[in-house]
């Protein structure tokens, strides 16, 4: 099946299915435990937007234990990139209609949580097609990348790209696939 068709259908399953369903911290903590994640690291969320899993609540969690909190700022060029965030400052609107944090100190994340559409038993992941994570990812290649979903997400195979991007982990609220 094509990009356009899962990522059509994801999205509108999604919508349909939507429920305040966070995963479970301790799987987070876990695996920053196997790769030995620290609290001197920075760590790059996101704001859910159209019925994704919700990361806030594990990004509040991570803050009040020490981590550095960052949100992506997106450009016109469809570039990306990450800057401090804390839960007391205020977040403005993009032009893509994303909350995002007024830009001040530019940081390059140690470990990224990435929302996708989809994603396969090979840790693939479909994100809305803008390729955003894909070039950051791409420019800056020391991350951990942490996919959140929801386990109805995961599709048998997904066709890639070169420039795809693979996660090295996906949580969802049932598991984990390290």
């Known amino acids: 099946m094509s990009k356009k068709i899962i ?6 399953k999604r919508k349909n299915n939507f429920k305040k369903i966070n995963i479970n911290y301790s799987l987070l903590k876990k695996v920053f435990k196997i790769h030995k994640i620290d609290k001197n690291k920075i760590i790059g969320g996101y704001y859910p937007i159209n019925f994704e899993i919700d990361c806030l609540k594990i990004l509040k969690n991570l ?8 949100l992506p700022v997106t450009k016109e060029n469809k570039t990306m990139n990450f800057f401090e ?32 559409v989809a994603f396969d038993r090979f840790n693939n992941r479909l994100g809305y097609g803008g390729g955003f994570y894909d070039r950051y990812l791409n420019n800056n290649k020391k991350i951990l ?23 090295d982990v ?7 696939k390290i």
Not at 7 to 12: A, E, F, G, P, S
Not at 63 to 70: L, N
Not at 91 to 106: A, D, E, R, T, Y
């Open 85 to 116: 965030w804390s839960f007391n400052e205020l977040l403005f609107l993009s032009s893509l209609g994303i909350p995002q944090p007024n830009k001040l100190k530019k940081v390059i994340p140690d470990v990224l949580l990435v929302p996708l």
């Open 170 to 176: 996906i949580l969802t609220e049932k598991n984990t």
């Open 145 to 167: 990348t942490i996919g959140f979903a929801f386990s109805w997400q995961k599709v048998d195979r997904l066709e890639i790209n070169p420039f795809d991007k693979k996660l």
């Open 63 to 70: 803050s009040k234990e020490g981590y550095k909190i960052s």
């Open 7 to 12: 990522r059509k259908n994801i999205l509108q």
